[in-house]
């Protein structure tokens, strides 16, 4: 009788070494983006220092996943200015989807040529919090920046 326990208790504990082996591999593999952008444009190919840029994203979700997004945008002087970050309030749901979004240009960009660009990092399961999240940059969605109808310009190079 004790001997057929422990042959049990053996078994049980083999079988779930072997599952969370399988899931530990499983886990360790998933490294598949859960979005897909099949476009990003800009919806005007030019705005002012200080002005709303619109811009439409066209994405295809795999799956749903937290994550931490980051939005920055590069001036013509090759500076980085970070966007600042909004919630949607929207439930996603996988699939197919179309949408809009604004930001506001900074006024201290330089005016010229400009990229704005959305980096993603997906957590989708446990491990990732340790060896690195997924990590998707949007299409770049390239516009320029004109000058603010006042004529001032604070970014690099301005004395105010």
């Known amino acids: 009788m004790k001997r057929t326990l422990w042959r049990f208790v053996g078994a049980v504990v083999f079988s779930l070494a072997i599952l969370g082996s399988v899931n530990l591999g499983l886990w360790v593999a ?3 983006p ?3 952008y099949e476009s990003a444009a800009a ?4 705005v002012p220092q200080g002005g709303a840029l619109e ?3 066209s994405v295809f979700r795999k799956r749903i996943c937290p994550l931490v997004t980051k939005r920055w945008l590069y001036d013509a002087a090759g500076e980085r200015h ?3 970050q909004f919630t949607t309030g929207l439930k996603l ?3 197919r989807e179309t949408y809009k979004r604004s930001i506001t240009v900074p006024t201290a960009a330089m005016p010229g040529p400009a ?3 959305v980096t993603l990092d997906y957590f989708c399961n446990p491990l990732q919090s340790w060896i690195g999240p997924i ?3 949007s299409p770049p969605i390239r516009f320029t920046i004109t000058a603010n109808e006042d004529g001032e310009h604070s970014g690099p190079g301005s004395d105010g």
């Open 135 to 137: 990590h998707v940059v």
């Open 115 to 117: 990229r704005y660009e």
């Open 93 to 95: 749901l996988a699939g």
């Open 34 to 36: 859960p979005i897909e």
């Open 43 to 46: 919806l005007s190919p030019t």
């Open 55 to 57: 811009i439409e994203f």
């Open 82 to 84: 970070s966007i600042p």
């Open 30 to 32: 998933d490294r598949e």
